[in-house]
């Protein structure tokens, strides 16, 4: 079985990681900014309205809800965006791994090696 890696690889594959870490940094940033923003916007029309009406009980159950549900929609969108975004960085390098290693390999030894690997084809 074949488990020589090449040196470099390790190398090749860390300024993806690096990449991968900016972008989602910037993303939490910025959607904290805009989520931000919407609860400022709405905590200032409470007020407005509550200035202008009066009334504070009711208006007040009605403005937890929209700031709840946008904190929780801004909560649920970055970690179901971060887990993809680690699923396809992986999922990148796992491929790159996979046409290194085929390339390193070569066609005389492809099929012993992945019946070694993966074992017998059934058909």
Known sequence: MVTDKPP????MLAPDDR?????????WR??????????????VAFAATVFATGES?????????VIGTIIG?????????SGKARVEAELGRTQELVV??????????APRVIDEVLGKRRS
């Open 73 to 81: 929609a801004y909560f649920g969108v970055q970690a179901g965006q």
């Open 30 to 43: 910025y959607g904290f900014y805009v989520v931000l923003t919407g609860i400022i916007a709405v905590i």
């Open 19 to 27: 990449t991968a870490a900016q972008a989602d940094a910037a993303r």
């Open 57 to 65: 009980a009711a208006l007040f159950a009605g403005v937890a809800g």
């Open 100 to 109: 290194r290693l085929a390339a390193y390999v070569g066609t005389e030894n």
């Open 8 to 11: 470099t690889l390790d190398a």
